[in-house]
């Protein structure tokens, strides 16, 4: 199963982009059931295959206190059998007839999807909605899968690094807001985590009324509604748990982790920046966006050029923004030194190069360039079904909507260079940072 931390906004702008309207256009159409579910259609007649992703209003970010991991356990625990669909049949049934599926968990959502040929969306979409309310969880794979959960933080977590400096780096940006939290949990609290934890949790936000079920592909809402209200229309809504997350306090001082591993061959530097999540003022969001493209978007962009192409002393250097949470974003910034290079060199050159760049601004020039590289990395999500359908449901379960959705290239386009630099002025604040040092471990203690 994946875990999912955030989409970034250059791939939430895909849709409605000329360029890639004059390949082929995707119609977006939506309803809302008797029982509050929120269904989205959008129409992609190229192949007969359809996507189906059930997203849930629902993630690391509302766990218990104490236990951390408990969404990303129940999305295991969902293909463990209902009482029409025993353990093992939900993705047996799917692969004989030629489909595909996964799960995904972040901090504001939960995601199932199937991608199948279209005259099985009737099969999958029962099998779905079976499992919304129908869930029955044998006491016996309770503990084997939670080993399995523990040996996936293993695998990605514990046994590297850079995704352990990460973890530290996410805590520390935000003092009191649960997206200190990693989404797979802390491996003490994993441990401790049960069938009554899991059951409670999905009774409390599994429901029609809490979900948004998109369908992308072969086929549009006339075609989608009856299949619709058959599957899911009959389950009853629920009262679903509010969301009240702590609220972050202001920032005062910027913060940094360093982590020295003797697995680490060569030193990366990087740092976050906690900005406004996009949903918020989605303007001002697709403005920074801009910005920071053209900060470290790619080749052409101020670090790169600055860092690799000028002063040689890194062998690359980025810049993104992950603004699509339903409460905060982030702002990151990367850098890999050139062998021999001391870090802090790296850090001295960021310094100079993002003052300047907030300083004097960014050019007319680099913000058109800047505009043009989103639209057109941007429609390569319209490519599968999949992703469009990621598309669609991310925006929508943090409260977005089809129109916004369609929007959005439009508004990039209309950023004027004041609006990107008010934007990269009023957002990039370093007491709003953690900066991070990945380094190698050579003498059996880690610097401070």
Do not use: C
Not at 114 to 132: K, V
Not at 148 to 173: C, F, G, K
Not at 261 to 268: I, L, N, S
Not at 271 to 292: G, M, N, S
Request: aromatic residues 6%; neutral net charge.
């Amino acid at each position: 199963m994946r875990l999912l931390a955030g989409l970034s906004l250059a791939f939430m702008l895909a849709l409605a982009s000329p360029r890639a309207a004059e390949a082929r256009a995707f119609a977006a159409e939506g309803f809302r059931l008797a029982n509050g579910l929120d269904v989205v259609v959008v129409t992609d007649r190229r192949a007969p295959v359809i996507t189906q992703l059930l997203y849930y209003k629902v993630g690391a970010a509302d766990e218990p206190a104490g236990k951390s991991g408990i969404a990303h356990f129940l999305e295991h625990l969902m293909f463990k059998g209902t009482e029409k669909s025993p353990a093992g049949a939900f993705s047996k049934e799917i692969a004989r007839h030629g489909g595909r599926e996964n799960a995904f968990t972040g901090h504001d959502y939960t995601g199932y999807w199937q991608t199948i040929a279209r005259d099985r969306l009737d099969l999958i979409m029962g099998l779905e909605a079976d499992r919304m309310l129908g869930l029955r969880l044998d006491p016996q794979v309770i503990a084997a899968e939670r080993d399995v959960v523990l040996e996936e933080r293993r695998q990605r977590t514990e046994n590297d690094p850079a995704s352990l400096l990460s973890e530290q780096m996410a805590a520390a940006l935000f003092l009191h807001h649960p997206y200190r939290l990693p989404v797979i949990g802390w491996e003490h609290e994993i441990r401790g985590l049960g069938r009554d934890d899991a059951i409670a949790f999905y009774r409390l936000h599994y429901a029609p009324n809490n979900a948004v079920l998109v369908l992308a592909g072969d086929i549009d809402a006339a075609e989608a509604r009856p299949l619709v209200e058959k599957h899911f229309g009959p389950l009853p809504r629920r009262d679903v748990a509010p969301r009240t997350r702590m609220e972050e306090p202001p920032s005062r001082a910027p913060r940094r982790v360093i982590f020295a591993d003797a697995r680490v061959k060569e030193p990366r530097w990087s740092r976050l920046y906690r900005v406004p999540a996009a949903r918020h003022d989605l303007k001002r969001a697709l403005a920074l966006e801009v910005f920071v493209d053209a900060l470290g978007g790619g080749a052409t962009a101020r670090l790169h050029a600055a860092l690799v192409v000028e002063r040689k002393i890194a062998t690359g250097a980025s810049a993104w923004l992950s603004a699509s949470g339903l409460d905060h974003g982030r702002l990151g910034l990367g850098a890999t030194p050139a062998r021999g290079v001391d870090p802090a060199k790296i850090e001295e050159a960021i310094d100079e190069t993002l003052a300047k760049a907030i300083a004097d601004g960014i050019t007319a020039e680099e913000v058109e360039r800047a505009k043009a590289g989103l639209l057109a990395a941007a429609i390569y999500a319209r490519d599968s079904a999949s992703g469009t359908a990621r598309l669609f449901g991310n925006a929508m379960v943090v409260g977005q909507t089809i129109d916004d959705v369609q929007a959005w290239p439009e508004r990039i386009k209309a950023l004027t260079v004041e609006e990107v630099n008010a934007a990269g002025r009023a957002l990039i604040r370093l007491e709003a940072s953690v900066t991070g040092l990945l380094l190698p471990k050579s003498d059996g203690k880690n610097p401070s």
